[in-house]
């Protein structure tokens, strides 16, 4: 009975390395971990993209000053308007009165802007209109259809499904 318990252990001992040494050879035969690939988990989100931009190369234009091309004062940027696909389709200017008293908002086409040099807070963007065309305009009003002045009828209307 004895040798039979003794049989029964080794057996069970050599199935155990046989075992063993089939799943290193497996191992060995595998690619290094740095080739195998990964499946993220599906609950994990994907990694954020960076981009990175030089402090010469983009700048604020909420507050900035708007000029003619004739440097006449034609108020500042207030607010930018974007399409439900977030293309900026226009901007808001300030524009007239003194100190904040008769002005007006008027939403200009993006494309009318022209960012020459904003390098500083006191750098202008130049619009492409006439003082006269930017009185003339109709006011924006938030929450009612909004009518942006563009230059030389370059502006494409917008469309919103209600």
Aim: net charge negative; glycine share 8%.
């Amino acid at each position: 009975m004895r040798a039979r318990s003794l049989f029964t252990l080794i057996a069970v001992s050599l199935a155990a390395l046989s075992a063993a040494a089939s799943q290193a050879q497996n191992d060995a035969n595998a690619p290094p971990p740095s080739q195998q690939k990964s499946t993220p988990s599906p609950a994990a989100p994907p990694p954020p993209s960076v981009t990175i931009i030089g402090a010469r190369d983009a700048h604020g234009v909420l507050g900035r000053d708007v000029r003619s091309p004739t440097d006449e004062d034609m108020g500042h940027i207030v607010d930018v308007i974007v399409d439900r696909v977030g293309m900026v389709r226009a901007a808001v200017i300030d524009f007239g009165g003194f100190l904040g008293v008769g002005s007006r908002r008027i939403a200009v086409d993006w494309n009318a802007l022209h960012f020459g040099r904003i390098a500083n807070k006191s750098d202008s963007i130049t619009l492409e209109l006439t003082k006269d065309q930017v009185t003339a305009a109709p006011e924006y009003k938030e929450d009612t259809p909004i009518v942006v002045l563009g230059a030389s009828g370059t502006l494409q209307p917008l469309q919103f499904d209600h």
